[in-house]
């Protein structure tokens, strides 16, 4: 029988962002409608996804990551009768937003639990993945940093031990990687757009955690104009050896799409190549380990956003039918790009760099302590 990939959906979802421009806004809202166009037009949501409807999660699961004085800000932004900046100008809250925030995290939670209750490895959540929230604190567009509510209730309901978080947005996982900066249990590996001046402006190859941590927090810059050649090299060698090093029950992929391209607000020149292909060594990997995989939306503010992410749930499925393939290919096909062979080359050693780092805590030696 064919295993269909569980694709959490809210009309909902096609309705709401927090940005405060309502272009990014609307730009947002279009590709989640159109990314559900694509599922239909190409019979994928006849024959190998399967809708499953979000819960709205309690309150009480965001003070799990974040504190209570933030918390009772945004309960107050959400009764205040018009919308207003949260950070420093990047994020808005607006009437009633926390019950879209908690429809978001309690998707990813029924996800979850709807993989372990089917044995399934891999399930995916077009929205969410707002990566850039602290503990204290919003920013560029998150309000809240689901991906570490997910680890939490992952935590609390599983008692699992280890997590990793995988994140290919164009833009660092700055936010995740501050909430579990001191956390051994917690794996964080970062692809981003790195350039003077570019938002967040964190995410250095030399940012790898603090105390015991140290090696678990793992960064990849990419120069602005990274190609799919470079990216995927990097990919393919980091990610499944890190996973099979830190061996996490749970992997948490913030999918990203804002380094295609076409983005408006990305720096990278990749296609649906590297997210195509991104996804399915994720979704490989996580098989082979034996672990759950939530893939999360991310950014992607593009024409071609909705395509990238075809092309994420594509590599998340295992078979799917010949003429659905046919189908699906003929919106996902493009030229993948190349790279300068030193970029390659670079990335290359800073990646065994990484590994080692990760190899030595994982091996509980410090050798620089
Ligand atoms: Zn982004």
């Known amino acids: 029988?064919?295993?269909?990939?569980?694709?959490?959906?809210?009309?909902?979802?096609?309705?709401?962002f927090f940005s405060?421009?309502?272009?990014?806004?609307?730009?947002?809202?279009?590709?989640?409608?159109?990314?559900?166009?694509?599922?239909?037009?190409?019979?994928?949501?006849?024959?190998?996804?399967?809708?499953?409807?979000?819960?709205?999660?309690?309150?009480?699961?965001?003070?799990?990551?974040?504190?209570?004085?933030?918390?009772?800000?945004?309960?107050?932004?959400?009764r205040l009768p018009a919308p207003i900046t949260i950070d420093y100008g990047d994020t808005r809250a607006y009437p009633g937003f926390l019950r879209d925030i908690l429809l978001l995290i309690g998707g990813e939670e029924k996800l979850l639990d709807h993989?372990?209750?089917?044995?399934?490895?891999?399930?995916?959540?077009?929205?969410?993945?707002?990566?850039?929230?602290?503990r204290r604190r919003a920013a560029g567009f998150c309000p809240v940093n689901d991906i570490a509510v997910l680890v939490e209730y992952a935590r609390r309901r599983y008692g699992w031990k280890r997590y990793a978080v995988v994140d290919i947005d164009v833009h660092h996982g700055d936010g995740t990687q501050s909430i579990y900066w001191e956390d051994?249990?917690?794996?964080?590996?970062?692809?981003?757009?790195?350039?003077?001046?570019?938002?967040?402006?964190?995410?250095?190859?030399?940012?790898?955690?603090?105390?015991?941590?140290?090696?678990?927090?793992?960064?990849?810059?990419?120069?602005?104009?990274t190609g799919d050649r470079a990216f995927l090299e990097a990919f393919q060698r980091l990610v499944p050896e890190a996973l099979q090093l830190f061996r996490p029950q749970l992997i948490v992929a913030q999918l990203g799409v804002d380094g295609h391209r076409d983005d408006p607000l990305g720096i990278l020149l990749l296609t649906t190549t590297s997210y195509y292909n991104a996804a399915r060594i994720l979704r490989e990997t996580a098989e082979k380990l034996g672990a759950k995989l939530v893939g999360l939306g991310g950014g992607g503010y593009g024409a071609r956003a909705a395509r990238a992410m075809l092309a994420e749930t594509l590599g998340l499925l295992k078979h799917v039918p010949e003429d659905v393939a046919r189908k699906t290919h003929r919106y996902i096909e493009e030229e993948p790009t190349s790279d300068p062979p030193q970029r390659v080359e670079q990335l290359r050693s800073l990646v065994e760099m990484l590994l080692e780092k990760l190899e030595e805590a994982v091996s509980g030696e410090s050798g620089e302590e």
């Open 184 to 225: 051994p249990n917690v794996l964080t590996i970062s692809f981003h757009g790195y350039a003077t001046g570019f938002y967040p402006g964190t995410g250095r190859f030399d940012e790898l955690g603090g105390g015991e941590a140290k090696g678990t927090k793992l960064n990849v810059p990419l120069p602005p104009g």
């Open 20 to 78: 405060s421009s309502d272009e990014l806004n609307r730009a947002w809202m279009e590709r989640m409608r159109a990314y559900y166009q694509l599922l239909s037009e190409t019979g994928l949501l006849e024959c190998c996804v399967e809708l499953v409807e979000p819960r709205e999660a309690p309150l009480e699961h965001i003070k799990w990551v974040h504190d209570d004085e933030y918390v009772e800000m945004l309960v107050e932004a959400d």
């Open 115 to 134: 993989l372990v209750e089917k044995g399934a490895v891999a399930g995916y959540q077009p929205f969410g993945g707002l990566h850039h929230a602290a």
């Open 1 to 16: 029988m064919q295993e269909r990939l569980p694709v959490s959906w809210s009309e909902r979802f096609t309705q709401f």
